[in-house]
């Protein structure tokens, strides 16, 4: 199992709110983490940063999951205690009040997959049956979109696209959606900030997540694309491959196991 996490501040923003990484735990199974900051000066620096931070220290003091119920527990509860810290947090600084964040985790098993969510930071999954969003945005047009009330096509460029119903810190008790899928050699993730989904349609990350190339060269790639193409927002992607045929060598934000 490879992963591979790469962030970029894009070319418009002076600063980066994105964090995440990929994390091992003592009996070396993964967990991938993205957060997308928000709200107020550096807040979303300070809220992204909390929950990545944390939910990394608490990951590499974990054992083998051996079924999807303790992956599930875990995440969410862990999810939701850093949730609960933000929010505590973002009270008792008054720059930080109403600071959050989006986040998107997978523990990746042998067998299993477990997705947590909050927000509109995305899990794609690659394998035999194609390139499928396994997250649903907590976003409105989102729910105008389930609703029948727009298009997918119109969601496109909604003026209220990036208006979340749901983030990580912004009040007390705010749970995950967690899921559990399971998953086999040859397949691939991918977990991205929106400052990769608005710039790539789908048949675009398709194909670049189905490359052989190494695959820190593919998140490369989709980084500089999305700031050729404006790179207004800050841009964040995790890859993980279940097998991979590339050495096993340590590189920066690189995992293997």
């Not at 996490?5 to 003592?26: I, P, Y």
């Not at 109403?98 to 909050?118: Q, R, Y």
């Not at 907590?138 to 909604?158: C, K, P, T, W």
């Amino acid at each position: 199992m490879n992963g591979y996490f790469l962030t970029d501040k894009g070319q418009v923003r002076d600063h980066n709110e994105d964090d995440g990484g990929v994390f091992l735990n003592q009996d070396k199974q993964m967990l991938a983490l993205i957060a997308d900051g928000m709200g107020g000066h550096n807040a979303g620096d300070i809220a992204s940063k909390m929950v990545i931070q944390e939910l990394s220290e608490k990951w590499k003091q974990t054992t083998t999951f051996d079924s999807p119920g303790e992956a599930e527990s875990w995440l969410s509860e862990s999810i939701l205690h850093v949730n609960n810290d933000v929010y505590e947090y973002a009270q008792a600084h008054e720059n930080c009040v109403g600071m959050g964040t989006t986040i998107v985790a997978v523990i990746c098993s042998p067998d299993f997959i477990t997705i947590g969510h909050i927000g509109d930071s995305r899990c794609y999954l690659f394998n035999n049956q194609g390139f499928n969003q396994i997250t649903e945005d907590h976003s409105l047009v989102n729910e105008l979109v389930r609703a029948g009330q727009i298009s997918r096509d119109d969601a496109e460029y909604h003026p209220r696209k990036n208006v979340l119903l749901k983030a990580l810190g912004t009040e007390k008790d705010v749970h995950a959606d967690v899921q559990t899928i399971g998953w086999e050699k040859t397949d691939k993730l991918l977990l991205c900030s929106d400052g990769l989904s608005n710039k790539l349609a789908e048949e675009e990350l398709q194909q670049f997540i189905n490359s052989s190339q190494p695959i820190d060269e593919t998140a490369r790639e989709l980084i500089e694309l999305a700031n050729e193409r404006g790179g207004e927002d800050n841009i964040s992607l995790a890859l993980i491959h279940y097998h991979h045929t590339i050495e096993d060598s340590q590189k920066e934000g690189e995992s293997t196991c």
